[in-house]
Each structure stands twice: as structure tokens, then as C-alpha cells.
């Protein structure tokens, strides 16, 4: 989903189905390089994914986080949120990309269409 400062992804190393990322246009390496118009839609967006996850995949719980700098264990040096959908007892973990398996794009992108379907104002058509 696309916003006028904001673009929403599906994450290709999830953490759990439905992983999404939440990522601004302009390049801002951390949340610290944000402007506030920025980061005030960062959360407005990442709540309508989180809603949108909880609709789709029945998730009893979301983890909204994200990463600022190499020590705090950011990998990709551009800000980014992450939006997990949880189930009790699921077993996800945390930790880097590079440890997670790379899901397949077919996966992604049915994934990808359910969850917009559930957004305010899109269709399963669009």
C-alpha cells in the first residue's frame, strides 16, 4: 500500500506470515532522520496494517518495532517498520533476516492481496 510519505512491503524473510514492513519514500537512515510529518504517518499506516493483519490472519496480537543503528541491530540502513502478526503459542522468534528463510514471492503475494482487501477503501479487485 502506497500513502503520500509512506510505502508498505511484505517482509521476503518473515518472521511469521504476514510480516510487513512499513518504510518511508524520502531516504532517512534512522528514526532519529525523520521529519515529524514522517514519522506521524509511519504510525497512522502501520496501525491500518496492523488492523488489517489482525482481520486477515485472525492475529490475536501484532509486534510493531523497528531498529535504529548497527548496535540496535539494524540491518538495512534506511527506516523501516516492522508489523508481525501473532497467535498464542506461535513460536516466533526475533532476530536478523539473515537467519530467516526467504518465503516464496507466490506466498508474498497472495499474502500481499489479502491484506490489502482488508484496508479502508481497497477492494479485493484493486
Known amino acids: ?60 496480537g501484532i509486534n510493531a518495532f523497528q531498529n535504529n543503528g548497527l548496535s540496535a541491530g539494524q540491518s538495512v540502513p534506511h527506516y523501516h517498520m516492522h508489523v508481525v502478526p501473532r497467535h498464542t503459542d506461535d513460536g516466533a522468534k526475533f532476530g536478523p533476516a539473515r537467519l530467516r528463510v526467504a518465503a516464496p514471492r507466490a506466498e508474498l503475494s497472495a499474502l500481499a492481496t489479502r491484506i490489502r482487501a482488508a484496508l479502508p477503501g481497497q477492494s479485493s479487485t484493486s
Open 1 to 60: 500500500m502506497e500513502r503520500r510519505l509512506t510505502l508498505s512491503l511484505m517482509d521476503a524473510r518473515p518472521m511469521q506470515p504476514g510480516h510487513v514492513l512499513v518504510i518511508t519514500k524520502r531516504h532517512a537512515p534512522t528514526l532519529l532522520d525523520l521529519r515529524a510529518d514522517e514519522a506521524q504517518e509511519v504510525i497512522e499506516h502501520t496501525l491500518e496494517i496492523s488492523k488489517a493483519l489482525a482481520r486477515t490472519l485472525d492475529a490475536d
